[in-house]
């Protein structure tokens, strides 16, 4: 009787233990189910084609344009005057002034453009000159020049500011130079001195010496022929009263 109660017992422990190890499957079960029925469903398909095709790494990138502009701000202050007659060719300048923070990595680019005329707002011409400012100014000023105007007409630099710079975004990304004019000037030789020109004074001092001389020698001979007629006078005197007197 001892023994079959223990074989009862440990029956029931093993019972029990099934169906809790049943209950916790079950339940790990209804768990995964209903995490995948939460989940999106998604199809897999294996159909692979494969393209190839170059490609390049820009240096410069879209959302770093704001980054590009140094704080810097040029503005014209003087360049080239060609009030009145100036001739061509001649060195054109330009100097801006700093107004804003040192040139470090913005670049500043200008162009010297033959224009056809100077109604404002100025429009692109013939580029003939183009280059890049220096970012080593003299203090706050930056000067660019170009040697290209060999010939009359209507010149002016175009400065373009930096991508980046505010006042690019807002369409205002060039500044126009004034308008410098040169014309085509024909410099005339210096005609050399005529040498017969010369002659006639040396000819006039020459004579005038000669006359001179003519002119005293006349006075000689009025003096010499008045002498004699005086003498002739005085004799003729002489010869009446001697026979007068005889």
């Known amino acids: 009787m001892i023994r079959l109660?223990?074989?009862?017992?440990?029956?029931?422990?093993?019972?029990k233990t099934v169906i809790g190890f049943q209950m916790m499957l079950i339940i790990y079960l209804l768990i995964g189910l209903a995490s995948q029925l939460n989940q999106h469903t998604t199809a897999s398909f294996h159909d692979v084609e494969k393209y190839s095709m170059p490609?390049?790494?820009?240096?410069?990138f879209d959302h770093a344009d704001d980054k590009q502009w140094d704080g810097s701000d040029?503005?014209?202050?003087?360049?080239?005057?060609?009030?009145?007659?100036?001739?061509?060719?001649?060195t054109l300048f330009a100097e801006f002034k700093n107004r804003g923070q040192k040139i470090t990595s913005s670049d500043w680019n200008w162009e010297l453009h033959k224009i056809?005329?100077?109604?404002?707002?100025?429009?692109?011409?013939?580029?003939?000159?183009?280059?890049?400012?220096?970012?080593?100014?003299?203090?706050?000023?930056?000067?660019?020049?170009?040697?290209?105007?060999?010939?009359?007409?209507?010149?002016?630099?175009?400065?373009?500011?930096?991508?980046?710079?505010?006042?690019?975004?807002?369409?205002?990304?060039?500044?126009?130079?004034?308008?410098?004019?040169?014309?085509?000037?024909?410099?005339?030789?210096?005609?050399?001195?005529?040498k017969a020109s010369s002659q006639p004074k040396q000819k006039e001092q020459t004579q005038a010496p000669q006359e001179s001389e003519q002119e005293q020698k006349i006075q000689k001979e009025t003096t010499d022929e008045s002498r004699s007629v005086n003498e002739e006078k005085s004799k003729e005197e002489h010869s009446l009263e001697s026979g007068e007197a005889s």
């Open 5 to 15: 109660s223990r074989t009862r017992r440990c029956r029931k422990r093993d019972k």
């Open 55 to 60: 490609m390049k790494a820009s240096a410069v």
């Open 116 to 194: 056809e005329n100077s109604a404002k707002p100025l429009k692109d011409g013939v580029v003939i000159d183009k280059g890049a400012v220096s970012k080593e100014g003299t203090g706050r000023e930056y000067r660019i020049e170009s040697k290209r105007a060999v010939k009359g007409g209507l010149y002016a630099f175009k400065l373009i500011k930096p991508e980046g710079h505010p006042d690019y975004k807002r369409g205002k990304s060039v500044i126009w130079s004034k308008v410098m004019e040169l014309q085509d000037c024909k410099e005339e030789t210096p005609k050399p001195p005529k």
């Open 74 to 90: 040029l503005k014209l202050q003087k360049q080239t005057k060609t009030k009145g007659t100036v001739c061509a060719p001649l």
